[in-house]
């Protein structure tokens, strides 16, 4: 059992930066790949980036590569996500998810957090 809890989200300007932060419970937090997700109001939740057990492998979605950076310290039991040069279409809920197989797809997650909204404005 993994539970999650995000933060770090909030209001921010156009061209501005964030990071988010996800904090996982249990002691087999560095065996699991995670992955980032966003939900924008009236449309599906989409992929943003992943990373594996290790940190060595990571996967972005075209929309957020070179502006977004996941990362992960498993002494902390935490994964990051940091945002730069954030665009309006980037305003959504961010949500953190587990599972042992890093995936790009929502339906590769068994456990997520609760989300954390992100606005940005122009």
């Known amino acids: 059992q993994v539970q999650l809890v995000e933060s770090g989200g909030g209001l921010v300007q156009a061209g501005g930066s964030l990071r988010l932060s996800c904090a996982a419970s249990g002691r087999t937090f560095s065996s699991y790949a995670m992955g980032w997700f966003r939900q924008a109001p009236g449309k599906e939740r989409e992929f943003v980036a992943a990373?594996?057990?290790?940190?060595?492998?990571?996967y972005y979605a075209d929309s957020v590569k070179g502006r977004f950076t996941i990362s992960r310290d498993n002494a902390k039991n935490t994964v990051y996500l940091q945002m730069n040069t954030l665009k309006p279409e980037d305003t959504a809920v961010y949500y953190c998810?587990?599972?042992?197989?890093?995936?790009?797809?929502?339906?590769?997650?068994?456990?997520w957090g609760q989300g954390t909204q992100v606005t940005v404005s122009s």
């Open positions: 998810a587990a599972d042992r197989i890093i995936a790009t797809s929502h339906q590769g997650y068994h456990y």
């Open positions: 990373i594996n057990w290790t940190g060595g492998r990571s």
